[in-house]
């Protein structure tokens, strides 16, 4: 991402005030800072990399000093290798800080936007671009509000899958090629690639648009991804576990997914299975898990059972 990108975004409001110097320049890092007391004359814990944003406070200190001592201050501040300086409320900035702009090759844009406004859209731009991304060989669905990413061996039918899913009424948001985006440190985000534009590869009939055959509430432009649909040929899978108290995960981008194995043999409706899938989840997330639940059900029943054993067993009268 370069700062020329930033101007580019009309949610800004941005506009050049040293022209187009700098503008190439590579973001360096996802931080912003207001560097009030850098201006004032403590640098310990100045850290220059960081985009740096001038609000009213800072112009309104930078006019209170007089000539010398707002030249003393501000050449201090250029002495390191500023990356970006932002300046909110369409506020008027002083020459000389665009003049030591302009000699150290310094960008400096103006916002309309008042700073705390400022922060709170910059800073979801600049996160999306610093956000560690990959991309993934599977479809990703949203059934019943819960983001399902079927992968499995090519072939083995996640399309079609996903396919029976949105004429079941679910929605399609990446077929083949998922492109996941992380978001904080435990968020990711699925979404398709843009040429694909919601389009499906069904092997004996070839490509098919599904909002123009299932309407545009068929398809989501992108949605989390919070179950892994693993599809395995029955023959070839090992022993999965059949009671749901083991739960496997899968790590994407350092963060770790539940994961579900669905061993697929002739026969087997693996849409209607997709469906309780996602109801499972749904019920973990409201506080409900089954088989934890049956599990303790059973163990009690059995403590009881024993204990009445061993009442009878003692009842010699």
């Known amino acids: 991402m370069r700062f020329r990108d ?8 941005l506009e050049a005030l040293t ?47 007089d000539a010398e001592t707002r030249r003393t201050s501000l050449e201090r501040f250029f002495q ?14 002083p020459d000389l800080l665009l003049e030591l702009a302009r000699d150290r090759h310094v960008p400096v ?7 705390a406004e400022f922060y709170r859209r910059i800073k979801p731009i600049i996160e999306d671009a ?39 009424g679910h929605r399609l948001v990446a077929d083949d090629v998922v492109k996941v985006t992380r978001r904080g440190t435990d968020v ?27 309407g545009v509430r068929s398809v989501r432009q992108q949605k989390r991804i919070e179950v892994v649909v693993q599809l395995e040929d029955w023959e070839t899978a090992k022993d999965v576990d059949r009671t749901g108290l083991v739960r496997d995960t899968m790590t994407i981008l350092d963060v ?43 163990i009690k029943r059995m403590r009881e059972q024993r204990g009445l054993r061993q009442y009878l067993r ?3 009268e």
């Open 6 to 13: 930033f101007l580019a975004t009309p949610e800004l409001q």
């Open 19 to 65: 022209g187009e110097l700098g503008l190439d320049r590579l973001v360096p890092d996802a931080d912003l800072a207001s560097p009030g007391l850098a201006l004032a004359g403590y640098l310990t814990r100045f850290i220059a990399d960081r985009m740096h944003v001038l609000g009213e406070t800072e112009i309104t200190f930078l006019g209170s000093l």
């Open 80 to 93: 390191y290798d500023l990356p970006a300086i932002f300046i909110t409320k369409n506020l008027a900035a």
């Open 109 to 115: 844009l103006r916002s309309t936007l008042k700073t």
């Open 130 to 168: 610093f956000a560690p991304t990959t991309t993934l060989h599977g479809s990703l669905a949203d059934v019943y509000g819960v983001g399902l990413l079927f992968m499995g061996r090519s072939g083995i039918g996640k399309s079609e899958c996903v396919l029976d899913l949105v004429e079941r």
């Open 188 to 214: 990711l985000i699925g979404q398709g690639h843009e040429l694909a534009a919601h389009h499906m590869e069904i092997r004996g009939v070839g490509l098919i648009d599904i909002p123009a055959l299932f």
């Open 256 to 298: 770790g997914i539940t994961k579900v194995m669905v061993l697929l043999n002739p026969g087997k409706n693996i849409t209607v299975i997709a469906e309780v899938v996602a109801m499972m989840q749904l019920l973990r997330y409201s506080g409900v898990d089954v088989p934890t639940a049956f599990n303790e059900r059973l």
């Open 314 to 316: 003692d009842d010699i």
